[in-house]
């Protein structure tokens, strides 16, 4: 069924405009700043999507030459400081774990910052025909803001799923940050000498992501977590016991943390590698047509509005470009212009590999899901190797590969992020040229703010078990992870049989969707869900099985079918993602103003039966017809 958008591409509106500017930038600065602090806080950042585009959609209002084009571009901008934070604090505060740094140079994190977010968002303009236009990829979270944005400006009806999944998945996302149940309920227990887990995150917006994604993907991330946790884990305990007398929860998390996310690292560069070779085709016609429409373009015959990229050949002259401040920026960083030279040229390789991966990832588990850090640790290892070859060593050889990795992880969670609104931007009917320029305008505004921001968190806070951590230091645990891989490869302590594990569960997986393929089968098994299901916690596995199961029951109560974008449950799901997202990033807010609430009364239990009458509600209103 090919996808009609909101806005015909004969049909032209205002995209760039004044207070899409102002409004894009200010909250591309705002969103980045809290995020900064959620990611160093939880080890995670909250898509900024969707709270973006509700809060522009409210204030928009008091305007009567308001659109929604206009509303998605101020949601294009602000997003791209949501992911801008994450690459940055994913990586550089690694630097004060390792004490190469107590305060960051603002040159440093605002080029760095800059040159990783342009590249991201200069990369998808290469992707966005093959993941968006060829593959179709679901785009979960990019579909849910597009259905926000087009209930808002048709309103009534349409507008009725969204704004009460609004209210419950931001009722509920504040009683648990409250207190009032735990993020994620777990139990473990020895069996033997065998550690046996079971947990789930209470979550909403996960449920709401598998529902969008549906069964076939929502049951190979969980059984991705399968494998680490029911397998991998039970295995590697009975085998190397409980020396530190830990718990059973404890030893399960530090043997899943430690040892088997490494597996999910191993299964994803297999699996990202594969998706390229896969993806070649739509990937090489996409480059193909774009180069095709400038030319058609710059001889003045007309295209359509909606099918307009950033000119793709100078596009390509500008990544090529990019060498140049890259190699300037690591001289500057390893005093060797060999070095230096050859790390610029591998960063634009590794760093569109990376992208991709992130662009793809995008489409299947949404932005906030995107294992951002796995694909950063692929680069790290990489980046280690290659700076240890050619002599680096010690302290400097450590910091040399997390200022490199540091490029291109904001590489890739800018792609993502772009890839992300590209999709939304699709459904709707925007101008994927104008995005893409709006898009570098938040990454450069947001550049410009990230080093004051980690400064002040390192200064007000600290990092736990740093030297300088205060009484509330801050875990930064994806930074730490970053530390410790790093220290790994130049110490020679790195686990590399968890990452051959995984490489060989992915070529299992390669082989058997393969032959799915031939037989015609409706279910196959891609490796990246699995390969995301190994990297990240089971907790989060299981409430995305759950919304892909009750997505499978919508289906078989309204008598199978195809149901469209805009079909009742979509809208719900895209309602309850939107709540639990805007207020993810209200509660940060409080957290850093130090006027969080808490209630002192907890029961997981409540928790529990509320998810179940959220789950009740979004089965109902999915059995209903557009």
Known sequence: MELKPYIPPEKSLPEYTLKAFVLGV???????????????????????????????MAILFAFKDRNILENNMIQTAASAGESLAAGIIFTLPALVVLGYYTEFPYYLVTLIAALGGSLGALFTVVLRRAFIVEEKLPYPEGTACAEVLIAGDRGGSHAKPIFYGGIFGGLYKLFGSAGLWSGTVETAKMVGSRVLYIGSDLSAALISVGYIVGLNIAFLVFLGGAIAWFIAIPIYASHMGNPDNLSALDLAWTIWSTKIRYMGVGAMVVGGLWSLIKLRRPIIKGVKTGLEVARRKQSGESILRTDEDLPLNQVIMLIAAFVIPLFLLYYHIINSIGIAAVMAVILLIVGFLGSSIAGY??????????????????????????????????IEGMAATILVAAVICTAAAIAGDTMQDLATGYIVGATPKRQQVFEIIGTFFAALVMAPVLNLLIQ????????????????????????????????????????????????VLIILDEMLAKRGSKFRTPVMPVAVGIYLPLSLGVPILIGGITR??????????????????????????????????????????DVAPSIGFSSNLLGILFLLGILAWLYMTGKKRD
Request: aromatic fraction near 6%.
């Open 460 to 507: 007000a806070y600290g990092i736990a078990g740093t030297p300088t951590a205060k009484e509330n230091a801050l875990p930064a645990p994806q930074a730490f992870l970053m530390a410790k891989v790093t220290e790994g490869v130049f110490t020679g302590t790195l686990e590399w049989t968890m990452v051959y594990i995984g490489a060989g569960i992915a070529i």
């Open 552 to 593: 499978h029951l919508v289906s078989k109560a309204r008598g199978g079918g195809e149901e469209s974008p805009t079909d009742p449950g979509v809208l719900g799901a895209a309602g309850l993602i939107a709540g639990e997202a805007i207020m993810g990033i209200i509660f940060a807010a409080l957290i850093v103003a």
């Open 26 to 56: 200010v909250l591309a600065i705002i969103m980045g700043a809290a995020n900064a602090y959620l990611g160093m806080y939880a080890g995670m950042t909250v898509s900024a999507s969707i709270p973006a585009a509700v809060i522009s």
């Open 361 to 394: 990832l995008a489409g299947v588990v949404g932005s906030s899901n995107n294992p951002v850090s796995g694909i950063t640790i692929m680069s790290l290892l990489f980046t280690a190797f290659v700076l240890k070859a050619l002599g680096l060593s010690g």
